[in-house]
């Protein structure tokens, strides 16, 4: 009798010990089951608010090419219309008393007119390749030494492998190189500037990179951050970086005032 009040309760015992153990066992997979749980919905939810911004960032993009067009034309078919008329009735200005009124005005019309071709031209160049980022690159730098007294120097191998650029791609590192030449135009103060594209050299990833250098001015990339591109002479490197993210390139700014500044752009084959 005994011995079997002694096996029950040895029974029991074991019972309890299962028990306890399945207990345990149905805590911890429930409590890992909702952190996978939350953890997935964490990822979808990150994926989605991904896709929502770079959607987003194609539609402003998209926005802003459209709106550079439209400027342009009207540019083109107004204020340059305007201009041209007003040198034609210049020409034939007749004025006894100062001879020199009617070539001064011409003058300073011919000037304003070539302003505004410009703008047109950087707002929606008529010329640009969107599948040729070299041609495109090329054409960049034919305007920059057409309209300024800086050393300009383009380097570029005779094969260069774009074609894993998409259109998209070609027309956003078009615009950021046209950005980094404006900048470098308007703020530098330089006396030399070097652009150079490449494929990637032996250990390096494969795709394209830019490098565009000048011995200008420079300046503080640790301002610039501050502003975050409220300074408008600094809006122009987040538009920059923008179009980087948004294409998968990445974009290094090295500057410091006195030193010139070297942009790096890297576009990889994916």
């Given at each position: 009798m005994e011995n079997s009040v002694q096996e029950i309760e040895r029974l029991n015992t074991i019972?309890?010990?299962?028990?306890?153990?399945?207990?345990?066992?149905?805590?911890?997979?429930?409590?890992?089951?909702?952190?996978?749980?939350?953890?997935?919905?964490?990822?979808?939810?990150?994926?989605?608010?991904?896709?929502?911004?770079?959607?987003?960032?194609?539609?402003?993009?998209?926005?802003?090419?459209?709106?550079?067009?439209?400027?342009?034309?009207?540019?083109?078919?107004?204020?340059?219309?305007?201009?041209?008329?007003?040198?034609?009735?210049?020409?034939?200005?007749?004025?006894?008393?100062?001879?020199?009124?009617?070539?001064?005005?011409?003058?300073?019309?011919?000037?304003?007119?070539?302003?505004?071709?410009?703008?047109?031209?950087?707002?929606?160049?008529?010329d640009v390749i969107r599948n040729d980022i070299t041609a495109n690159v090329m054409n960049l730098s034919q305007n920059f030494k057409e309209h300024s007294d800086v050393d300009f120097r383009l380097t570029m191998p005779e094969k260069i492998d774009t074609d894993f650029l998409s259109e998209e791609e070609n027309l956003n590192l078009y615009r950021i190189v046209q950005e980094s030449l404006t900048n470098i135009f308007k703020h530098a103060q330089a006396s030399e500037v070097t652009v150079l594209l490449r494929n990637a050299n032996e250990g390096e990833a494969e795709g394209l990179y830019i490098f565009i250098s000048d011995d200008g001015k420079g300046f503080e990339l640790s301002e610039i951050a501050k502003t975050r591109g409220t300074d408008g002479n600094h809006l122009g490197l987040v538009g920059m970086k923008e179009r980087a993210d948004f294409i998968g390139a990445k974009l290094e700014i090295d500057s410091h005032p006195g030193e010139g500044t070297q942009i790096t752009i890297i576009k990889p084959k994916l």
């Amino acid at each position: 009798m005994e011995n079997s009040v002694q096996e029950i309760e040895r029974l029991n015992t074991i019972i309890h010990q299962y028990t306890s153990f399945f207990i345990i066992f149905d805590v911890v997979f429930f409590i890992t089951l909702v952190i996978i749980i939350v953890f997935a919905i964490q990822v979808l939810k990150s994926k989605k608010r991904l896709k929502n911004s770079s959607r987003y960032l194609r539609y402003t993009i998209k926005g802003q090419e459209e709106e550079r067009a439209r400027i342009a034309r009207e540019l083109h078919d107004t204020i340059a219309q305007d201009l041209r008329y007003c040198r034609s009735l210049t020409e034939k200005i007749e004025d006894k008393n100062d001879a020199k009124l009617g070539p001064k005005i011409s003058k300073l019309l011919e000037d304003s007119l070539s302003q505004v071709r410009n703008m047109s031209y950087n707002l929606a160049p008529p010329d640009v390749i969107r599948n040729d980022i070299t041609a495109n690159v090329m054409n960049l730098s034919q305007n920059f030494k057409e309209h300024s007294d800086v050393d300009f120097r383009l380097t570029m191998p005779e094969k260069i492998d774009t074609d894993f650029l998409s259109e998209e791609e070609n027309l956003n590192l078009y615009r950021i190189v046209q950005e980094s030449l404006t900048n470098i135009f308007k703020h530098a103060q330089a006396s030399e500037v070097t652009v150079l594209l490449r494929n990637a050299n032996e250990g390096e990833a494969e795709g394209l990179y830019i490098f565009i250098s000048d011995d200008g001015k420079g300046f503080e990339l640790s301002e610039i951050a501050k502003t975050r591109g409220t300074d408008g002479n600094h809006l122009g490197l987040v538009g920059m970086k923008e179009r980087a993210d948004f294409i998968g390139a990445k974009l290094e700014i090295d500057s410091h005032p006195g030193e010139g500044t070297q942009i790096t752009i890297i576009k990889p084959k994916l």
